[in-house]
């Protein structure tokens, strides 16, 4: 199974960026939650958002009005449109598969990417 994050970048602060994550090699894509994940400089990974096939969401308190999940199961895509960006969201952002609610990030479980840069700055 191979992840592959793209879209982030270098933002000011209150603006957006898309992020897309495309999976391949991985027959059951549109049965997995998928979710997205950031390490903050100094802090722990954590679950930013998840989505459930049927389309279900879930989004930290920090990500909640400001990030929406969203997935295209004929793509095997997973997106997360930040928008109203803070120097706060800076952070590496992973797609990881087999996402559930409650689950703790840990990249020895499921499928990771290498991950995209997000950097929030005037």
């Known amino acids: 199974v191979r992840v592959v994050e793209s879209g982030g970048g270098l933002v000011q602060p209150g603006g957006s960026l898309r992020l897309a994550c495309v999976v391949s090699?991985?027959?059951?894509?549109?049965?997995?939650?998928m979710g997205w994940a950031r390490r903050v400089p100094g802090k722990e990974l954590e679950w930013v958002s998840g989505?459930?096939?049927?389309?279900?969401?879930y989004y930290a308190d920090d990500a909640k009005f400001r990030f929406t999940i969203s997935r295209d199961n004929t793509k095997n895509a997973v997106y997360l449109q930040m928008n109203s960006l803070k120097p706060e969201d800076t952070a590496v952002y992973y797609c990881?598969?087999?996402?559930?609610?409650?689950?703790?990030?840990?990249?020895?479980?499921?499928?990771w990417g290498q991950g995209t840069q997000v950097t929030v700055s005037s």
């Open positions: 990881a598969t087999d996402w559930a609610y409650g689950s703790s990030p840990n990249p020895r479980l499921g499928s």
């Open positions: 090699g991985l027959a059951d894509f549109k049965w997995t939650g």
């Open positions: 989505i459930y096939m049927d389309g279900s969401a």
